[in-house]
């Protein structure tokens, strides 16, 4: 006992030491090997599409969508207030399925990057890729942000004492610092795949969302210079047949998400595609099925159907495997068609109505559609409005697409209150969830809420 | 001088088992009627004395010898003297009779023995020894070795219970004869005769002598049989000489407190100073002169004294000592202490409460039966967790668990499932692997005098778990069997089918909705006739509980032993054969040398539990409609839909199971050395461990087949153990006017938990759904942590003349749990008390039998957070990404946290009236926990939820503690005995450093307590439009108040404001009842908590709705039916469920019969004849009644999602052999 009491008063920090946790590692730790501090990488993919309907997988096609004109929610609960755009600042959706994992990733990505700086033990091309991968991410989740939101806090540091009082800042400065964080991360990304497939990010998938940055801040030459090399680049070709397009490393796709260890093969197809004779989750508004030509492959290959109480009702189909299915589909963020609606929009807006026709025409031929050259557009309006058109119809139930189309070209408004009953203008922007404005007093709420 | 020999003496010892037995074989040289002639004994039963006077004939001895060996008994052999007076001398042969000689020694028998023979003497009177001519025993001089040696004792034990066995076998045979009968009847006949004749004889006091040297050895009862038996045919070849009018008194020694036997209690003669104790059914028998007086006493009974007079039979109650307080010890962990001299708050509960409640759960035994202690169950579902709250909650956010100790060893009070389950989202119990009836007590350590010997951990009180241990005396078999039956205590009335119909109609008219089969499928494609009882059909069926138990204890002065084993089976109220089962080993020895120097305890308790449940509760689904379809199909298999409509049939949860197999050990090794008359050393050692696998499956025959689901199964393993070990050194110094006692100590801590969980998918058939290698896709992933701790601690107390005592604590704690540098920490108190009763002054009041100031203040603290917490890490996901290992980061990085500091202050009053009959205390205390560990709610942004960080919150716990206890009758037959305790506990958060700013603002609120049921002021409904309008904070009426503006922080405080029990004990004669009651005051959640979907939506309701608005004008408390989501009735539906408003707390007073339990007890002759001491049958009720206004379903559960607690009826019995 008595060399015990001496122990202890000699050594009593030491006994009650602990080893590490066998499970985990330290920052330090991560960050002294490539191929852990890829492990790192790798878990913020994994996080980004392993939390089921939350924004990076599926979250972004369902609650923008169903705010805007393509689906809605067949039985009644918390999405109806998407629905009818009438969102409570405590719907529970946009805190833990928007606004929490948005701010989780971007927490990941900042830790990355600071993880990487702070270590000399990686080599410099593994650490190049790694924060180029951990900049873009960070820059297409505030992306998502400023679109929802509006101004949002910007957080860059892991540094909670800093992070937890963060206001809100402008939009115009976020999109400032996405645009930075992405043409670092198109310096840094290599032209190749880390992996052999399609499923993280390169240059390339910079470079695509550089172009739709672009075109959303009006930037045309930017947006058309970005959306130029991707067509042009050799890897990336538009598929002739719609419904490969969202097959597992198709051609067309050039980022997509891999679901592993989930019953499930992507969220959407688990969200969308009904069980026999059910009624499905989520159903598009006959508007827009009246929208599609009846030859456009598309409402053949990415819209099905089903027959609920002698009713015909229709659903996204765009990934068409609700479980199981083996990974034979990946879920798609970024794919080539939308590189050429970019180009042909910021050619519309530089009144090059020819150019802009030449890539409408590309899409439209893919869907089993005419050429315009016959019916050329009169002026600049008529070609944007067959654009957006054809946004709407190719990148339907996509990634928010629709919804920020309409808001960005300050469509929304207009369309939205024809179809919706109590629209209001203030409905353009999410409300900040009412839990954050209690967690941090430094938040204010979106004008309307 | 009438001689009178009582040769009844002889023949009732027989008849009562012989415990002790008088076997004296005395010569009476004279009486040629009467020739010496040798008589086997068994050894346990031996009687022994040396050769006071004359010489026994060799030629006798030789033949008595003889025939021992002839017989081949080897048990021993009695010599009867042919000399002068009375004279005997035993030569005992072989191990079994030294082992028997070992029993004997602690009941005063001197005896010294060799190691292959024994001669035993007693001391003689001193007349006796005046003989001079005594004869050395030759026995003595091979030497004595005496037996120490254990491990020896341990075979011999067993070969002792294997020749009791064919002694009794044997004894039979020889008898029950009626011959043998008749012929010691006879022959005592012709004894008395001879007796009388000398009745002038100068021998004296030979009885006396005799009893005296009975050696009073335990034994198996049942061999009690036969020793009589023995005993009877050797009173026919004894000679007695009777010197005086001395005869045997018999009778038995009952306690008042409970009108059992006392077993143990010392009979003394008051003249001869000869005593006698009584046996398992309290019987004694001493001899005595009708003149003489005898005293009864027993340890924590007052001691009386009866003269004999010509009484054969005394019978007497003993009254619970007015010093019990002072002889009762406490066990307070790293020290005993006597309850009247204790400065700090403890409380014990025996292990005979405990034992008397129906619930497999120790912890539940407890609710309502200690102040300041609350007792939450959880779930009705057995296994369940149980919250333990001790004072108070004095964290914000963190553990307010107490600590756990059990048999000296840390106990994991948490769950250690990893797999959610039916048990609810606390997970399962640990402690529902003890067995209750292995508990000799519980105690609960509640003030800073009493906790800070704890230090870190002692914050949030302790609770202290002491096992049955063996006691002295003789070799005890009980068997305990009983079964019983279990119903869910009450459950609101739901809407019938019809009621639910005219709902749902009236829902669409008021939304202006049309039904259509799709939007309302339950009325248009359903059978809206049927009606389907689901609170009857998923949780109203009959538990039924089987148990059984068998302990085997017993023990010599030196070694006791207890080794017991149980058995418990429950199954569930779900319409499934699935069933808890439960199976205990708790055995223990201790052992002290003969010196009493050194002394070793060892035990050790094993549970292996199982619990079969299905996945989730079904409780949650008796909100289905109740014109729900038919859930089977005709075939037998479970039906899915109706007219084209699924439904989710609440029966697939039957078929997705969740097995939890949990194992617990507890070893515990504790060795006490005296180096000196005053100097103790002890070095405790414990080792825990407890392991759970689980298992939770999910077939495809689960699931509507037209879901096309595959099979799943997760597996779940974890396993926790841990070291402690505590030196530890105690002194203790007299001085002329006081004593200081001195404790100092040391603990360190080792704890290692891994846990192990597969998740294994994408099975094709059920077959094989418990194969991992089956599974079309599996992930997995575990885990590891370490806990370790340190502490040095010391206590010293002085008592002053039994008048002043003061104790100083104190304990220096380091614990894993915190970063570098903020490891240690210093916690103690000071405890003092007065006990005025002993004053001088107090003479003058002799009402006042005790009384007692006492008080204490200290600081304990509390680690109870997660290991690793101030560690930046990063740990793997169980979704790999692209092949690739994929980590993420587990937290925000915080390694500044140190140390929640608990300061307690206590200050109570205790007294005694009426030689304590009346015992009644008052304690108060308060308690302020500052530096709160918390786990801070950060704004997402951060990237996190939260941070272990200090906050400089201060929080107070204060209350009163009133306990009374009344012996209100207390007689030989009847005896009634009530105890009251209540508890009066307020919480108040002191201050909060910058609250409003915090994101703390909207759930607590300066000045009230943490408990808080927050929301908006409901207003009622607008007769008008039906709907529910709030009160803003301005007073003025909306229907869409403002979070921020109009949220009332604290509309109800959900504390309890006063909680307690009620206790009363009756006996009648053999028939004794005990009744509990627990009862709490407080505001609670009502049925609206889990009822959140707005009545007329496709759930069932409770039959209050239908009180609701029907058409405007109607004045009403329940707004009306809406099924339209997007509808204002909705809205504001929506707006209660996210934000609360004062309809959805409700009163959740309640005064419940906890516990009833009947006990017969059968104690006749006929039975003690068998072996059987005790033999009673029982009748136990748990939660019989509950009387409660609350508006839910059960007041203490206050859910509908979880199953309400059990009332539980049992019946069994008791069997002490």
Known sequence: ?449 | MKQKLRLGNCYALAKHKLKQVAVSPHTQPSSAALPSVPIRLCPAYISLKRPASGILAKEERLYSERKAHTEGYGIGQAHVGAGQGSASEQVLYSDYTRIALHLARPNGVQSEYSSSTVAVHTELRSDLEEISNRRPSRWLDRGSAIVRNWFAFGQAIVWHLFDCASAFSRSVAEGLSKASRTLVEARSKDCRTSLEQQSNNGQRNIEESCVCTHAKVPAPSGLGLALGLVALLLVGNVKYTAAQESFSVRGKVISAADGAAIEGATVTNKRTRIHAVTDGAGEYSIPARPDDALIYSFLGYVTIEQEIGSRERISVVLDVAESMLEEVEINAGYYRVKAKERTGSIVEVNGATIAQQPVSDPLLALTGRVSGVKINQNSGITGAAVTVQIRGMNSIDQGNEPLYIVDGVPFASESNTLLGSSLGTQGNSPFASLNPQDIESIVVAKDADATAIYGSRGANGVVLITTKRGRQGKTKITFDVGAGMSRITRFMTLLNTQEYVEMRKEAFKNDGRTLTSTTAPDIMAWDTTRYTDLVKELIGGDAYTANGMVSLSGGSEHTNFLISSGFYRQTTVFPTDMAYKKATLSSNVNHSSADQKFQLLISANYGLDYNGLPSSDLTSSVRLPPNIPSLYKPDGKLNWEEGGYTFNNPLGVLRRLYKLNTENLIGNLRTTYSLAKNLEVQLNFGYSSQTSTEIRLNPISAYNPTSNRKGNASHGNNTRNGIIIEPQLNYSLKLSKGTFDILLGGAWQKNNTSGLTVDASGYETDAILESIGGAAAVTSSNSFTQYRYAALFGRTSYNHRGKYLLNFTARRDGSSRFGPGKRLATFGAIGGAWIFSRESFMDYLPIITSGKIRGSYGITGSDAIGNYQYLDTYAFTNNPYGGQAAMYPTRLFNPDFGWESNRKFEMAFETGLNRDKLLFSVAYYNNRSSNQLVQYSLPGQTGFMSITRNMPALLRNSGWEIEADASLISSGLFSWHSSVNLTFPKSTLLSFPELKNSPYRNRYALGKPLNLGSGFQLNGVNPETGIYEFLTAQNQISVNPSREEDLVIGLVNLDPKLFGGFHNSFRFARFQVEVFFEFKKQMGHSYLRDFTQAPGTMFNQPTVVLERWRQPGSETHIQKYTALASSDASRVNTVMNANGADAKYTDASYLRLKNVAMTYRFSTEALRKRGISTFSIYLRGQNLLTFTNYLGNDPETQSNLRLPPLRTLTAGLKLDI
């Open chain 1, 1 to 449: 006992m008595c060399v015990m009491f001496a122990c202890f008063f000699i050594a009593c920090d030491a006994l009650v030491v602990v080893d590490p946790p066998k499970t985990e590692l330290t920052r330090a730790n991560v960050f002294s090997s490539d191929q852990s501090a890829s492990s790192a990488v790798a878990g913020l993919y994994s996080q980004l599409i392993t939390s089921n309907f939350a924004l990076m997988s599926c979250g972004m096609t369902l609650y923008p969508g169903m705010s805007a004109d393509e689906i809605y929610n067949s039985s009644p609960g918390l999405n109806d207030e998407f629905t009818l755009n009438s969102l409570d600042p405590f719907n529970s959706t946009i805190n833990t399925y928007i606004w929490n994992p948005a701010y989780r990733y971007i927490y990941q990505a900042n830790a990355i990057i600071e993880g990487l700086e702070s270590s000399n033990a990686i080599s410099e091309s593994v650490a190049e890729q790694l924060k180029g991968e951990a900049l873009f991410i960070r820059a297409f989740c505030y992306f998502y942000l400023v679109n929802l939101f509006g101004d949002v806090p910007f957080i860059v540091l892991t540094d909670y004492n800093i992070s937890n009082s963060e206001p809100r800042m402008d939009t115009e400065l976020i999109y400032d610092a996405i645009l930075s964080d992405l043409l670092l991360a198109e310096r840094l990304l290599k032209e190749e795949y880390p992996t052999n497939e399609k499923i993280r990010v390169n240059k390339w998938v910079a470079k695509a969302m550089l172009a739709r940055v672009y075109l959303y801040l009006e930037n045309y030459e930017a947006a058309i210079e970005k959306s130029t090399d991707l067509i042009d680049a050799s890897d990336y070709n538009l598929l002739d047949e719609p419904s490969e397009v969202f097959l597992a490393n198709s051609a067309e796709a050039i980022w997509q998400l891999r679901l592993d260890g989930n019953s499930y093969n992507t969220w959407e197809g688990a969200a969308f595609i009904p069980q026999p004779g059910v009624m499905p989750n989520f159903v598009i508004y006959e508007d827009l099925i009246k929208a599609f030509a009846v030859e456009d492959k598309r409402l053949e290959n990415w819209i099905d159907r089903v027959v609920v109480d002698g009713q015909t009702v229709y659903f996204p189909y765009k990934y068409k495997i609700r479980s199981g299915g083996g990974g034979t589909e990946y879920y798609t963020v970024v794919r080539l068609a939308e590189q050429y609606l970019i180009r042909a929009e910021a050619y519309a807006y530089l009144d090059e109505i020819n150019l802009a026709i030449d890539d409408l025409d590309i899409i439209r031929i893919r869907a089993g559609l005419e050429s315009l050259k016959e019916k050329m557009p009169s002026d600049r309006n008529e070609l944007l409005n067959l654009i957006n058109q054809e946004r709407r119809l190719e990148l339907f139930c996509e990634w928010g697409h629709r919804w920020f189309d309409l808001n960005r070209t300050n469509r929304l408004d207009n369309v939205m209150a024809e179809k919706k009953d109590d629209w209001s203008v203030n409905d353009k922007l999410y409300p900040i969830p009412g839990n954050q404005l209690l967690a941090n007093p430094a938040l204010t709420q979106n004008i309307g809420y």
